[in-house]
C-alpha cells in the first residue's frame, strides 16, 4: 500500500487543522494506521492510532482530548483532526501502516511497514 500524507500548514496557537492520509494500491481496511510526528532535532513520536474497524484508537498522552483519528474506509482514507494546536505541536506529521495481525495498536515506530512523505505543521505562539 501507497500512503500520501497532506493537509499540513502554518497555524496560529490554538487553531486547527485537518490532516489526511490517503491510501492506494491495497484497501486501507485491512491495515492498523497511525500517526507519528518528528521535530527538528527529536525522535520520531508516535501521535494516534486507529484499528481496522476505526472502533479502537489510542493516543498519546501530549495530544488526548485535542487530537482525534478517524478512518473511512471506503474512501481509503484515515484523517487525524488536530485542535487546540500548540507550539510544541510543530513536527513533521507521518501516517504509517501496517497489516500485521497486532491485537492492540502498536506505539514503535519499527513495527510499521509503510509510511507517507510527511506533511509539515508549523504552530505559531
Known amino acids: 500500500v501507497q500512503l500520501q500524507a497532506f493537509g499540513g500548514g502554518l497555524v496560529q496557537a490554538g487553531g486547527s487543522l485537518r490532516l489526511s492520509c490517503a491510501a492506494s494500491?491495497?484497501?486501507?481496511?485491512?491495515?492498523?494506521v497511525a500517526w507519528f510526528r518528528q521535530a527538528p532535532g527529536k525522535e520520531r513520536e508516535f501521535v494516534a492510532g486507529?484499528?481496522?474497524?476505526?472502533?479502537?484508537?489510542y493516543y498519546a498522552d501530549s495530544v488526548k482530548g485535542r487530537f482525534t483519528i478517524s478512518r473511512v474506509n471506503p474512501e481509503n482514507t484515515v484523517y487525524l483532526q488536530v485542535d487546540s494546536l500548540k507550539p510544541e505541536d510543530t513536527a513533521v506529521y507521518y501516517c504509517?501502516?501496517?497489516?500485521?495481525?497486532?491485537?492492540?495498536?502498536?506505539?514503535?515506530?519499527?513495527?510499521?511497514?509503510?509510511w507517507g512523505q510527511g506533511t509539515l505543521v508549523t504552530v505559531s505562539s
Open positions: 504509517a501502516s501496517t497489516k500485521r495481525p497486532f491485537g492492540q495498536i502498536p506505539t514503535t515506530s519499527s513495527t510499521y511497514d509503510f
Open positions: 494500491g491495497r484497501a486501507v481496511n485491512s491495515y492498523i
Open positions: 486507529i484499528m481496522r474497524t476505526g472502533v479502537r484508537k
